[in-house]
Structure formats: structure tokens, C-alpha cells
């Protein structure tokens, strides 16, 4: 028997969406232009060094965004932009993507959102830079007010960390009062703190490790747990790497976060809840839209629920963590940014398609493959077929990891 918890979209007359209308999934957060510098050699000290330059369209939240539109789901994307050339060139695309711009402050006194990144020769990010702040200051409450009849008839809000508290706080309770999950992307280890005051309206959060940790000691009101160290050197079992992590998992998952996906890189992913039933969890499907129709037929089809939850009787009560490892695929990497947000924007639209949280973390972790095997932040195209086929591979060889209490 399949268990899902239905989130039911709310009908709005102004601002929202009427009932002949598809409910798009709200984003909101940073609009950025990536500067990708890549030495050729490794970089020696106060001088430069040669390599390739690349401007990349970004920003965890628009790469969210994008992803999930490429994937069938259009996004309504509540952001900031300045009248300049990086703004100009975030906006340009935008609109040439058929994607919405009435949810983008724009003002010339903005200074677009830039990041230098610098990447070493194998492609590991060395150094960054980031300039942000207009997103902080321009990204208020009250604008975000403005574009409340979206919110509250989205089938989900996501809101990467970029904002500032207030506006955060302002986002969570808006989607609150309508009964609209709410996915929080942590976007760095600094930034996912802001996770405190607002856990109680998160549904979903998408830390890696260090995120994960830094999400605790704020939850926790004191730094208790320990920065996470993994020696890379040596293999790291699974049910070993989810034992280090578990009580930092439970520490989210107690103060009313319902689902924790953590990102592993290379090591996949942890899907963790309270109650085996979340396993099922989806949100409502507002239409049958062909373009979400489509991403549903494929995935189902490679991606048939798993019964094993539906049929335990364990209550989740205590210190019980129901959690599934969903693995990598071999990747030929061309650079790893991005991939963590194409994760997230493909479990996202997949979610927003009827697919459980299960089947769409498969189709997250996809979709984060594509990736990183591409150039840009979001790749040019998603081949549909390929991202089900991967998809049904990762879910055939999802495995559960029993509560940590009863091994």
C-alpha cells in the first residue's frame, strides 16, 4: 500500500493562480554570474598563471531554477538583478529560456551578484570570491510580500540561504499559512545557520556533510558537534559514514525538519526521516501538464515503489532514523559546481511531477551526474530518457540503512 502525504495547492484570485492555471513551485534566492577561472598548471603565488576564463550563469537558487525548467517544471523565481552586464546577461537568458522575470527586482542602484571561482587542474574548486550582498539587501520581506499569491498556491517553495534572516523568516511563514512545504538549500557552511529560525516551516533540507554539522550546532544552540573530517584517503563504509553523521541527522530531524536529504559527493546520498512513511512522501500534483506528465511516465516506470516501508511497524519513535543510501554512477567529471543544485532543482521538478521523495532524489542525483559532466552550471539539455534510465539504475540500488538504535 502506497503512504503519501498529500500537500494540497491552495486557490488564490489575486496573484496566484486559478484553478484552469498549473501551480508553478516558487523559488527564491540568488540570481549570480560566475566567473570560472581554471589554471593550466598548477598556480604558483603572486603572479598569474595560464589557463581558460569563463563567464557561467549561476547562483544556487537560479540554478535550481533552471534545472528544474529543463526538466519540464517551470519555476517562479523571486530574485534580484542590478542594470549592468552581469545582470543584463542573467536576465537576457532568462527571458530567452520563456521563463518568468515578474518575481526579479531590478533596479539600477543593484549591484548584480558576482562570484569568482578558481579551480585547480583536476577541477576542485581552490578559491572563491564572492560579492552577494545585494541579494541580502534588495531580496526584503517586503518584496517577496509582493508575490504572495504565487507562494501560496505553489505545490513548494524552495529558499536557498542567500537571504537574509528576515526574509527567510518572511518566505516560511507566507508558504506556511497556505500549507506550502518548504525546501531549504544551505548553500554554504556559514550561510546554512540561518537554518535556526525557520526550522519549524522546513519540509526538506539538502546539506552535504558540512553543512549538515554547522545546521546542528545552530539548531543545538551550541557548537557541540565537532567540524566533520573524512580521510579521503581511506575508504569509508557507508553504514560507517552514517553512524558519524546520524546525530547531527537527528538533531534536524527533531527540531520538525520531516525530510533530510544529505549530499555525498561521490557517496550518493542519505535520505533520512522520523517515520517510514515519509519514504512515500509527494506533493499534489496540480494537472497532468505534458511537460511534467512526461518526467512522471519515464521515471514511474524505471522507478517502482518500494513496499518495504508501507509494511514496518516501527513507529520512528526515539532515537530511530529511517534512512536509504542511494549510490553515485561513474561520472567522467568536467568540473563539479552546479552539481549539488541540479540535485536539488531535479528532485524538485520531480516531486512537482507526482513522483515520490524516493523516485526524485533518483532523478536528482541524475540529473547531478549530467551535471558534472558539462561546462556550464546546468547543462545546455537534459536527455529525458537518459536521466529515467540512470534514475531506475540509482533506485535499483538504493539500500536501507536499519535505525541506528537497533543494529
Known amino acids: 500500500m502506497r503512504l503519501t502525504r498529500v500537500f ?32 593550466a598548471i598548477p598556480p604558483s603565488p603572486r603572479t598569474t598563471t595560464p589557463g581558460e576564463v569563463h563567464y557561467v550563469l549561476g547562483g544556487v537558487a537560479r540554478n535550481v531554477a533552471e534545472c528544474m525548467s529543463k526538466l519540464g517544471t517551470r519555476p517562479y523565481m523571486i530574485s534580484a538583478a542590478g542594470i549592468d552586464l ?12 520563456g521563463l518568468s522575470t515578474e518575481g526579479i527586482r531590478k533596479h539600477q542602484d543593484i549591484r548584480t551578484a558576482v562570484i569568482c571561482n578558481i579551480f585547480d587542474t583536476n577541477g576542485e574548486l581552490a578559491a572563491a570570491v564572492a560579492s552577494v550582498e545585494a541579494i541580502e539587501k534588495f531580496l526584503t520581506p517586503e518584496w517577496i510580500q509582493q ?19 528576515h526574509a527567510l523568516e518572511a518566505s516560511c511563514h507566507l508558504a506556511a499559512e497556505s500549507n506550502v512545504p518548504v525546501w531549504f ?11 535556526a529560525s525557520i526550522a519549524k516551516y ?43 553523521l546520524q546525530p547531527a541527522i537527528l538533531v ?20 533520512c526521516c522520523r517515520r517510514p512513511n515519509l519514504m512515500r512522501l509527494s506533493v499534489e500534483r496540480t494537472k497532468k501538464f505534458k511537460s511534467r506528465q512526461q518526467l512522471y511516465d519515464m521515471v514511474a516506470s524505471n522507478c ?44 524538485i521538478a520531480s516531486l512537482c511531477s507526482g513522483l515520490d521523495i524516493m523516485q526524485s532524489v533518483a532523478v536528482g542525483i541524475a540529473a547531478a551526474k549530467n551535471a558534472v559532466e558539462s561546462e556550464t552550471n546546468v547543462p545546455s539539455v537534459f536527455n529525458l530518457a537518459k536521466i529515467a ?14 535505525p541506528l538504535s537497533i543494529l
Open 8 to 39: 494540497h495547492v491552495k486557490v488564490l484570485v489575486k496573484g496566484g493562480c486559478n484553478q484552469e492555471e498549473e501551480a508553478d513551485p516558487v523559488v527564491i534566492g540568488g540570481m549570480v554570474l560566475d566567473i570560472h577561472a581554471t589554471s
Open 86 to 97: 552581469a545582470g543584463n546577461l542573467l536576465l537576457e537568458h532568462w527571458i530567452s529560456s
Open 147 to 165: 508575490s504572495n499569491g504565487n507562494i501560496s498556491s505553489a505545490p513548494i517553495l524552495m529558499v536557498d540561504a542567500n537571504l537574509n534572516p
Open 185 to 195: 538549500e544551505p548553500v554554504s557552511v556559514v550561510k546554512s545557520r540561518r537554518i
Open 202 to 244: 522546513v519540509t526538506f533540507a539538502s546539506p552535504n556533510e558540512d553543512e549538515l554539522i554547522a545546521m546542528a550546532n545552530a539548531l543545538s544552540s551550541r557548537d557541540i558537534f565537532d567540524p566533520f573530517e573524512k580521510d579521503n584517503s581511506k575508504k569509508c563504509s557507508t553504514e560507517l559514514l552514517f553512524e558519524m
Open 252 to 271: 534536524l530531524l527533531e527540531k520538525g525538519i520531516k525530510v533530510v536529504v544529505v549530499t555525498l559527493g561521490a557517496d550518493g546520498v542519505f535520505l
Open 304 to 347: 517502482l515503489p518500494i513496499r518495504y516501508f508501507g509494511n514496518t511497524n516501527t513507529t520512528g519513535e526515539g532515537s530511530d532514523i529511517f534512512a536509504v543510501n542511494f549510490p553515485s554512477l561513474s561520472v567522467s567529471v568536467v568540473k563539479l559546481t552546479g552539481a549539488g543544485d541540479c540535485l536539488v532543482g531535479g528532485t
Open 389 to 402: 534510465g540512470d534514475a531506475g539504475l540509482i533506485y535499483s540500488a538504493a539500500r536501507i540503512l536499519l
